[in-house]
């Protein structure tokens, strides 16, 4: 297909393991960046999260991460701190953030993606957690 994707992936994580499946039964051959292998740059975590409207507290990823031990979740922490921590340890952004020409988003819950896709996998397809999200007419249920 030429209908461009990029999907900032972590391999370990469900979601983004589910949003992976969910473009590539779409049809369509994503770029896929492991970027807990290959970090991040603030000027890319910048553009992304502008494009997605995310500040950086927003993107931060707390469960499973040092974030709070770091004292991240603090309220008086700036956008430049998490910024800085986020290129530090990639970990600290959530996942998955997905590039279209239809945007940029932050895909989680999952189904978030099918906004991003000219076209929808085939049904029956469910999300991770078994939640059906096209049914076996290929009809979208949420």
């Known amino acids: 297909m030429?209908?461009?994707?990029?999907?900032?992936h972590n391999p370990a994580c469900g979601t983004s393991r589910?949003?992976?499946?969910?473009?590539?039964?779409?049809?369509?051959?994503p770029v896929v960046i492991d970027y807990?292998?290959?970090?991040?740059?603030?000027?890319?975590?910048?553009?992304?999260?502008a494009a997605a409207n995310l500040t950086p507290r927003q993107a931060l990823r707390v469960s499973k991460t040092p974030?709070?031990?770091?004292?991240?979740t603090q309220p008086d922490i700036t956008d430049d701190q998490l910024l800085d921590a986020m290129?530090?340890?990639?970990i600290l952004v959530n996942r998955p953030i997905v590039c279209t020409p239809k945007g940029v988003r932050l895909c989680r819950p999952s189904e978030a993606v099918l906004d991003l896709l000219d076209q929808l996998p085939p049904g029956p397809f469910a999300k991770e957690d078994g939640e059906l999200l096209i049914d076996a007419k290929?009809?979208?249920l949420v």
């Open 67 to 72: 974030a709070e031990s770091l004292g991240l």
């Open 87 to 90: 290129v530090a340890h990639p």
């Open 36 to 49: 807990i292998t290959e970090g991040w740059t603030r000027p890319q975590l910048l553009g992304l999260f």
């Open 2 to 8: 030429t209908f461009p994707i990029t999907i900032h």
């Open 138 to 140: 290929g009809n979208r």
């Open 18 to 29: 589910n949003v992976l499946e969910i473009i590539t039964a779409a049809g369509y051959s």
